[in-house]
């Protein structure tokens, strides 16, 4: 029906957006194919867990700035620390390549109504703490209810867990 269709649609501004990150990787400043920036209506939450890995988040959010698509970031606690320690940066200059920026314990961010709408979800890296969250709805957090509203609202909903080898929990 039609919200297959407009999953489908947003399914493919991503897959397209991943092809010019994919060039980007290789060095390229412009995509190869006639894409060029992303619709200036994507907008995008991006949230980094206590998981290693941050450099991703870090990547995608330049990225995505190249791109000019409006990010709406949040960092947990742990993520903090991680990226002291990975990145020797800190959370607030990281801040600085995202559009808006929330502290993950604000729960009167707009991303916390599923009426803000967005494009979909990003959590890299994404803590075994997190993804256990969202699979049982523990929505004790902005990061967790961003990905509950975003499950809800049948938007698109990415994790990059870091955690390997897996264990049998």
Same mark, same amino acid.
């Given at each position: 029906?039609?919200?297959? +269709?407009?999953y #489908?649609n947003l399914?493919g501004?991503? +897959?397209?957006q991943?092809?010019?990150? #994919?060039g980007g990787?290789e060095?390229?400043?412009?995509?190869?194919?006639?894409?060029?920036?992303?619709?200036?209506?994507?907008?995008?939450?991006v949230a980094?867990?206590?998981a290693s890995g941050v450099?991703?988040?870090? +990547?995608?959010l330049e990225?995505?700035?190249e791109k000019?698509?409006?990010?709406?970031?949040?960092?947990s606690k742990?993520?903090? !620390?991680v990226i002291?320690?990975e990145?020797?940066t800190? !959370?607030?200059d990281l801040?600085t390549?995202?559009?808006?920026?929330?502290d993950?314990?604000?729960?009167?961010a707009p991303?916390?109504?599923?009426s803000?709408?967005?494009?979909?979800m990003?959590i890299?890296?994404c803590?075994?703490?997190?993804?256990?969250g969202?699979?049982h709805?523990?929505?004790d957090n902005?990061?967790?209810?961003?990905a509950?509203?975003a499950l809800?609202e049948k938007?698109r909903?990415?994790v990059v867990p +870091?955690?390997?080898p897996l264990s049998?929990?």
């Open positions: 029906g039609e919200g297959s +269709r407009h #489908q399914g501004k991503l +897959r397209r991943t092809r010019s990150v #994919q990787f060095g390229n400043s412009e995509p190869e194919n006639s894409l060029g920036a992303c619709p200036p209506s994507l907008r995008l939450v980094m867990t206590g450099a991703y988040g870090k +990547r995608l990225v995505l700035r000019k698509v409006e990010t709406h970031l949040v960092v742990a993520a903090e !620390k002291e320690h990145l020797e800190s !959370k607030k801040e390549l995202a559009t808006h920026a929330y993950v314990d604000d729960l009167a991303l916390m109504s599923g803000f709408k967005t494009d979909g990003v890299v890296p803590s075994m703490k997190t993804l256990a969202i699979v709805g523990f929505a902005l990061i967790l209810r961003a509950d509203v809800k938007r909903l990415v +870091r955690e390997t049998v929990v």
